[in-house]
Nanobody, 114 residues
């Protein structure tokens, strides 16, 4: 299983970014996917997850600003991030679990300037 995340970059506070993660080596439609993030000096935290039927869950601080979605035809999970804040600065990772094992993408850096 491989996960390739992209879409990070530098954005001003209040701006938007869209992250994408393309998965391979698994039956994409049968897997729950998630986005995590890790800010400098902080532990990695869950941002959002999306189940096989499209049901999504968000960490409270992201609700109303971030939207997770999946495209089973393109084996892609996306994270639309709006109203970004400097505290959203972090490396963002996509993750899935397949046959009892966790798989992580390499991460994409999001930097939000004030």
């Amino acid at each position: 299983v491989q996960l390739q995340a992209s879409g990070g970059g530098l954005v001003q506070a209040g701006g938007s970014l869209r992250l994408s993660c393309v998965a391979s080596g698994m039956n994409f439609r049968l897997n729950t996917l998630a986005w995590y993030r890790q800010a400098p000096g902080m532990q990695r935290e869950l941002v959002a997850s999306i189940g096989t039927l499209g049901t999504s869950n968000y960490t409270d601080s992201m609700k109303g600003r971030f939207i997770i979605s999946r495209d089973n035809r393109r084996n892609t999970v996306s994270l639309q991030m709006n109203s970004l804040k400097p505290e959203d600065t972090a490396v963002y990772y996509c993750k899935t679990k397949n046959r009892g094992r966790e798989f992580w993408g390499k991460g994409t850096l999001v930097t939000v300037s004030s």
